[in-house]
T-cell receptor
Framework: GESVGLHLPTLSVQEGDNSIINCAYS??????FIWYKQESGKGPQFIID?????DKRQGQRVTVLLNKTVKHLSLQIAATQPGDSAVYFC?????????????FGSGTQLTVLP | DAMVIQNPRYQVTQFGKPVTLSCSQT?????MYWYQQKSSQAPKLLFH???????NEADTPDNFQSRRPNTSFCFLDIRSPGLGDAAMYLC????????????FGPGTRLTVT
């Protein structure tokens, strides 16, 4: 069936290093993906999105890469900071009727070590 | 500045006792969503409203209902909470015409005793 999944449940990085969080998806028709950050006790927060007509998109300290051939996307965080510690979800944003719906992957817990 | 507000942040109810969770938004968005998120899991969509049109996910139990009396407010009613319904309940909104970003509230943590 359709699914959006993550490769690793946890990731620990040293402060100042770059982080890479990976995500695989199974539906080749998927055309819009979003990365969310969720801190403990809070709701998910939008980080960056990418549509299937792009391979790469950059934000402030974050870059998302999309490889449609192997149905894989990644989130790269440059110069990781303690405030980046959170669970990161990739999500497929697909149209369902009049609205759009998110299907979340299972999440990766990022821990930034001092 | 809060855009999606959920009340209460923590709710304790007894097994089988009906409970209502509230969500309000100041964004004037067309679409409002309710998600259930259990510990260490991803949020799972229960249902959404596009304006007044209710859209239920196929696997959402009948025990869960929702009401949207106006654009700003949406309620999640759990008719007979079971122990398995203990979770974080997240409300989110989006502009239906843009079909993009969803804005999430802080969630309500429901405990069932």
């Amino acid at each position: 069936g359709e699914s959006v999944g993550l490769h690793l449940p946890t990731l620990s990085v040293q402060e100042g290093d770059n982080s890479i969080i990976n995500c695989a998806y199974s539906n080749s028709a998927s055309d819009y993906f979003i990365w969310y950050k969720q801190e403990s006790g809070k709701g998910p927060q939008f980080i960056i999105d990418i549509r299937s007509n792009m391979d790469k998109r950059q934000g402030q300290r974050v870059t998302v890469l999309l490889n449609k051939t192997v149905k894989h996307l990644s989130l790269q965080i440059a110069a990781t900071q303690p405030g980046d510690s959170a669970v990161y979800f990739c999500a497929e944003n697909r149209r369902a009727g009049s609205a759009r719906q998110l299907t979340f992957g299972s999440g990766t817990q990022l821990t930034v070590l001092p | 500045d809060a855009m999606v507000i959920q009340n209460p942040r923590y709710q304790v109810t007894q097994f089988g006792k009906p409970v209502t969770l509230s969500c309000s938004q100041t964004l004037n968005h067309n679409v409002m969503y309710w998600y259930q998120q259990k510990s260490s899991q991803a949020p799972k969509l229960l249902f959404h409203y596009y304006d007044k049109d209710f859209n239920n996910e196929a696997d959402t139990p009948d025990n869960f209902q929702s009401r949207r009396p106006n654009t700003s407010f949406c309620f999640l009613d759990i008719r007979s909470p079971g122990l398995g319904d203990a979770a974080m309940y997240l409300c989110a909104t989006s502009r239906g015409d843009r079909g993009g970003e969803q804005y999430f509230g802080p969630g309500t943590r429901l405990t069932v005793t």
